[in-house]
């Protein structure tokens, strides 16, 4: 049987011709066939377990890891970095703060880390509150006791933008982050752990609720202004929304009132890397090992959406990083036998330098923030909405003046359109404009300073024009709407601002 199967499979089966002599591989050919089955080496994927084993060697004697020495030496990227306590203020506040999705269930008490610059007046009424960004410390600005620089160093001073022989600038950490206010990594009262994942969901109005009782207890009536930037823009509508009495100025740059889709898509995909980290344990980590790996590619992603391509085409081009002794020593061929053009073969980690640029943000950010942190603060800006069924779904409503007990007097001059030729409506306004105009209609009697940045693909030109759009729909003729230009994206607003001398 096994000859019949033999001689079936010989007739099936095309004989294989040896090879000549004179197609017997060279020495060179084996050499790159060596070469080739060597087993292939990641740097880029190596050094998060390198990182791994310097945080299991350092928990013992350390119990957190800084990089504040990273620091990038182009362009304005911020000098986010852990806060040393003893350089901030800390407000306890002890009784319940009411949140948003947990109307039932407020958190217990709170604590808010501050740093103020410039004299409060007798009158207490040259106060200006600065708002930050998702994952910024209260050290917008040098101070005494901590003469670093801040994210905002180069608007917070004399003769500055927010000039502090004339204002009084307070600068809070916001609730659920963790530079010394209450949040995911604080320890909660009930229990002695952190919080963890137990901790509730915020919302923006939550956060801007937990400064207001900050500025009760300085006894501030009112503001002179509310100011911020990004999530801090949020906040600064969110300010005014909320207590339209007393905020007497709005500074909205670079935010928006309502968060679009495609901002929600990107901190989805931030939140998913992250979660996926298998450190992460459902964000139970802090007794163990944190989840860098997953913190660096959510910085990666965030990264690409604080900047912009034209930026990068001029600071990167398709520039490739330098090879290093490492490399020579990974492949000595990778000159000899290079991509065309490159002088080097290609690689599946880094080769260009903007690859190296993101690494660099990532690594230099993975062990500065908490990473629950960011996922509940990065959740509270998806959350963001002031459309009008929106508001009325969460059952909020702003601390409105009481009607008046007398009839109005009739006014002297018409209402003024809410557009001028300088600012004409709209073309084509988007379907929820008339519903964000309706939700914005407190902010009426507050003037307010839009700015807008034409490179930022995170909170588009198109979200700036919409929300002076909305106020101006709403009824608030004092609204300035500016647009900069520039290549620097989101994070212009880190860099150029003179604008602000427009409301202050």
């Known amino acids: 049987?096994?000859?019949?199967?033999?001689?079936?499979?010989?007739?099936?089966?095309?004989?294989?011709?040896?090879?000549?002599?004179?197609?017997?591989?060279?020495?060179?050919?084996?050499?790159?066939?060596?070469?080739?089955?060597?087993?292939?080496?990641?740097?880029?994927v190596d050094a998060h377990a390198a990182r791994e084993s310097r945080l299991i060697a350092s928990i013992a004697t350390s119990p957190s890891i800084s990089h504040e020495d990273d620091v990038c030496e182009t362009g304005p990227e911020p000098p986010?970095?852990?806060?040393?306590?003893?350089?901030?203020?800390?407000?306890h506040h002890r009784r319940p703060l009411p949140l948003t999705y947990h109307p039932d269930a407020p958190l217990p008490s709170f604590e808010i880390a501050y740093e103020t610059w410039g004299t409060l007046s007798p009158n207490k009424d040259n106060v200006i509150l600065l708002h930050t960004g998702l994952s910024a410390s209260s050290h917008a600005a040098s101070t005494p006791a901590n003469p670093a620089p801040g994210w905002w160093e180069k608007f917070i001073g004399p003769g500055k933008a927010l000039d502090t022989d004339q204002f009084f600038i307070i600068c809070t950490n916001v609730i659920g982050g963790c530079y010394g206010s209450t949040g995911p990594s604080s320890i909660e009262e009930a229990t002695g752990k952190p919080w963890a994942t137990r901790f509730p969901i915020i919302s923006i109005f939550d956060m801007v609720n937990a400064q207001f009782c900050l500025l009760d207890d300085f006894g501030i009536k009112k503001l002179y202004a509310s100011?911020?930037?990004?999530?801090?823009?949020?906040?600064?509508?969110?300010a005014g929304w909320l207590h339209p009495r007393r905020v007497g100025k709005i500074v909205s740059i670079s935010g928006t009132a309502r968060s679009s889709p495609s901002a929600v898509a990107m901190r989805f995909a931030q939140r998913s890397v992250l979660m996926a980290d298998p450190n992460w344990n459902s964000g139970f980590y802090y007794d163990g090992l944190p989840?860098?790996?997953?913190?660096?590619?959510?910085?990666?992603?965030?990264?690409?959406?604080y900047r912009s391509g034209p930026e990068w085409d001029l600071r990167f081009g398709r520039q490739l990083r330098p090879l290093t002794d490492s490399d020579a020593s990974e492949s000595p061929s990778s000159l000899s036998h290079a991509g065309p053009g490159t002088g080097r073969a290609p690689a599946l980690c880094p080769d260009f330098l903007i690859e190296?640029?993101?690494?660099?943000?990532?690594?230099?950010?993975c062990l500065k923030y908490d990473?629950?942190?960011?996922?509940?603060?990065?959740?509270?800006?998806?959350?963001?909405?002031?459309?009008?069924?929106?508001?009325?779904?969460?059952?909020?409503?702003?601390?409105?003046?009481?009607?008046?007990?007398?009839?109005?007097?009739?006014?002297?001059?018409?209402?003024?359109?809410s557009h001028s030729k300088s600012h004409p409506p709209p073309v084509n306004p988007p379907p929820h404009l008339p519903e964000l105009a309706a939700g914005m209609a407190?902010?009426?009697?507050?003037?307010?300073?839009?700015?807008?940045?034409?490179?930022?693909?995170?909170?588009?030109?198109?979200?700036?024009?919409?929300?002076?759009?909305?106020l101006r729909m709403g009824g608030n003729e004092r609204v300035s709407y500016y647009e900069l230009g520039g290549v620097w994206g989101h994070d212009t607003f880190l860099s150029v601002f003179s604008f602000l001398c427009l409301i202050f």
């Open 371 to 417: 990473a629950n942190s960011l996922l509940y603060i990065s959740k509270a800006m998806d959350l963001f909405d002031l459309t009008q069924p929106a508001l009325q779904a969460l059952n909020i409503k702003p601390n409105l003046p009481p009607p008046p007990t007398h009839p109005a007097t009739p006014e002297t001059e018409p209402h003024k359109t």
């Open 227 to 238: 100011v911020g930037c990004s999530m801090g823009a949020m906040q600064s509508l969110a």
């Open 1 to 44: 049987m096994a000859s019949v199967l033999r001689s079936r499979l010989s007739r099936l089966v095309p004989a294989i011709p040896r090879p000549s002599s004179s197609k017997c591989p060279t020495p060179s050919s084996r050499r790159h066939t060596s070469t080739a089955r060597r087993t292939p080496r990641f740097p880029c």
């Open 291 to 305: 989840p860098h790996t997953g913190m660096k590619l959510a910085r990666q992603i965030a990264t690409i959406t």
């Open 442 to 470: 407190p902010l009426a009697h507050i003037p307010t300073l839009v700015l807008g940045v034409q490179s930022d693909i995170l909170f588009t030109v198109e979200q700036q024009r919409e929300v002076a759009d909305a």
């Open 356 to 365: 190296t640029y993101l690494d660099h943000q990532g690594e230099s950010f």
């Open 80 to 91: 986010y970095a852990r806060p040393n306590p003893t350089t901030y203020h800390t407000y």
